[in-house]
C-alpha cells in the first residue's frame, strides 16, 4: 500500500509568482485536504477536496486554489506569492466519512 | 469556529518515566472527533491516538492514553514510560464529525525525552 506522496520537497519563489504543489494520496482514498503549517504553529486548514470538487474551505484568499483529479491525486496553487505564504504545505488524504486522514511528509515553501 | 488550546509549548520528561500533554477545546457541535498527533524532526504527522466525543472511555494505544473530560472540553495525552524515539512536537486536533480531513490543529508543545 502507498502511503500519501507529496512533491516537490523544497522550493524557493519569488514574492508575486505563482506555485503549484503536488499531492498523491494514498491507495483507497478518495478526499484530499490542504493544511498550511508556518514555522512554529500547529497547521491550518486550507480546503479539501472530493470528488474532484471544493468540499469545505479555511480561512485562506481566492489565491489559494485546488485540484483534484480522477485518480483522486490533488494539486494546490499560490498565485501572488507573499512573503507570510513561506510555510510547510501538508497534504493528507483520507476516505469519505473517514475518521481519520494520513498526512504526507509536505513541501517546504520558501517565499523571498 | 472551533478552536484548540495548547499551552504548554515545551515539555521535557526523563526517560522511562510519565509525561502529561494538556489540550482544551472549544465548540458547540456535540459529536466530533480529537486527535493526538505526533510530529517528529522528520516533519511526517502520524496520528498518536483517536478519541470519539460519544465515547466516554478513554482510548488507549499501548504506552499513550488519553483523559477525555467532555463537559470541560479537556483532552490530555499521557505518555507512559516515555522513550528517546518520543522526542518530537506533539498536535492536539479537532474534527466535525465524519470528516477528519477537516481538522483544527492547536499550535503544539515540543516534548524532549532526556536520556
Known amino acids: 500500500e502507498t502511503g500519501v506522496t507529496q512533491s516537490p520537497t523544497h522550493l524557493i519563489k519569488t514574492r508575486g509568482q505563482q506555485v503549484t504543489l503536488r499531492c498523491s494520496s494514498q491507495?483507497?482514498?478518495?478526499?484530499v485536504s490542504w493544511y498550511q503549517q508556518a514555522l512554529g504553529q500547529g497547521p491550518q486548514f486550507i480546503f479539501q477536496?472530493?470528488?474532484?470538487?471544493?468540499?469545505g474551505r479555511g480561512n485562506f484568499p481566492p489565491r489559494f486554489s485546488g485540484l483534484q483529479f480522477p485518480n483522486y491525486s490533488s494539486e494546490l496553487n499560490v498565485n501572488a506569492l507573499e512573503l507570510d505564504d513561506s510555510a510547510l504545505y501538508l497534504c493528507?488524504?483520507?476516505?469519505?466519512?473517514?475518521?481519520?486522514?494520513?498526512f504526507g511528509p509536505g513541501t517546504r515553501l520558501l517565499v523571498l | 469556529a472551533q478552536t484548540v488550546t495548547q499551552s504548554q509549548p515545551e515539555m521535557s520528561v526523563q526517560e522511562a518515566e510519565t509525561v502529561t500533554l494538556s489540550c482544551t477545546y472549544d465548540?458547540?457541535?456535540?459529536?466530533?472527533?480529537l486527535f493526538w498527533y505526533k510530529q517528529p524532526p522528520s516533519r511526517q504527522m502520524i496520528l498518536v491516538i483517536r478519541q470519539e466525543a460519544y465515547k466516554q472511555q478513554n482510548a488507549t494505544e499501548n504506552r499513550f492514553s488519553v483523559n477525555f473530560q467532555k463537559a470541560a472540553k479537556s483532552f490530555s495525552l499521557k505518555i507512559s514510560d516515555s522513550q528517546l524515539g518520543d522526542t518530537a512536537m506533539y498536535f492536539c486536533?479537532?474534527?466535525?464529525?465524519?470528516?477528519?480531513?477537516?481538522?483544527?490543529f492547536g499550535d503544539g508543545t515540543t516534548l524532549t525525552v532526556k536520556p
Open positions: 486536533a479537532f474534527a466535525p464529525n465524519t470528516n477528519a480531513g477537516k481538522s483544527t
Open positions: 477536496y472530493y470528488r474532484e470538487e471544493e468540499n
Open positions: 465548540t458547540s457541535e456535540s459529536n466530533y472527533y
Open positions: 493528507a488524504s483520507s476516505r469519505v466519512g473517514a475518521e481519520t486522514q494520513y
Open positions: 491507495s483507497g482514498h478518495n478526499t
